[in-house]
């Protein structure tokens, strides 16, 4: 009797990610994240197309080639380094969102040296809705290979002010 019951345990994580499935699928949509260029870096831009308010409480790679800091300030990228290499806590949200906006999350500068050009990152944010409410926190995940934060980079340069003597 308790084996059967032990049995039928295992299905519930997959029976509760299927309704989850079906939630988002019928009340809301995820985020979408998007890798872009500006002439200081590399941003992951995280589009929320609900049509309320959340709150992105972690993002993380893995394997942890990438941080990401929500702002400019050498604390900022600081705390970014410091979860990159610590993992993640979730005591401060790195950004909130209104519906219909945007979020710009910078990715630290980094080379990638020693990597295979193949190898692929998976970048996964966590979020949440400002109203809690059941199923309320979900992730969104997206990937991307070592060569593509490379040609990234080299967009960078690209778009870098250089000197130009006559």
């Known amino acids: 009797m308790i084996s ?12 509760a990610s299927a309704a989850k499935a079906v939630y988002d699928r019928v009340v809301g949509k995820s985020p979408r994240l998007n890798f872009d260029t500006t002439s200081g870096g590399i941003e992951l831009h995280v589009f929320n197309t609900r049509d309320e308010t959340i709150i992105v409480e972690t993002v993380q790679a893995s394997p942890s080639l990438l941080g990401f800091s929500e702002g400019e300030a050498l604390r900022d ?31 630290l500068r980094t080379t990638l040296q ?8 998976r970048v996964t944010a966590r979020w949440r809705t400002a109203r809690r409410r059941p199923f309320s926190r979900s992730t969104v995940s997206v990937s991307i290979s070592v060569r593509d934060i490379r040609d990234l980079l080299v967009e960078v340069d690209r778009k870098q002010p250089g000197i130009v003597i006559v």
């Open 4 to 15: 059967e019951w032990l049995g039928l345990s295992k299905l519930l994580p997959g029976a």
């Open 77 to 107: 990228v600081l705390r970014a380094a410091t979860h990159q290499v610590n993992g993640a806590n979730e005591d401060r949200p790195i950004a909130v969102i209104s519906p219909g906006e945007r979020a710009e999350i910078r990715i």
């Open 114 to 121: 020693g990597n295979q050009a193949d190898q692929i990152i």
